[in-house]
């Protein structure tokens, strides 16, 4: 198993799905498949004034962590294309250490 992971931070993405379809087409998935997916959680209310809802980018077993790009020196196409900010593919043990002290965070190991 690779030491490469994926960290996102959920709190950050807006759902534009720009991540999936940079990575379908990369990977010439057809309609339907992905390499990265984002999960929709609500929305719905709760406690009276509280809202849930929330966008989590997820990675399939079709994601091979763009390693020909980053053979290449090159972002993941993902990473290149989430004008958020919020998903991040590096070393597993790095990405453990960003994730202290922020909440709303994924680390994914395919
Ligand atoms: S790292 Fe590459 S293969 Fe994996 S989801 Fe992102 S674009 Fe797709
Ligand atoms: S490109 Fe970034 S902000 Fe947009 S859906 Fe994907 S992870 Fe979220």
Redesign the pocket.
Known sequence: MSNRAML?D?E?????????L?CQMKNNLPVGQFG?K?TEIGPWQYDDKKWQYT?V?MITDQCNMCADRIEAGKMPL?VQ???????EIGDVEQLKLKMTNKSKQLLIQP
């Open positions: 996102v959920y950050w993405c807006t759902g534009c799905h720009s991540c999936e940079s990265i984002i966008y980018p993902c294309h989430c004008q958020s900010g919020c998903i």
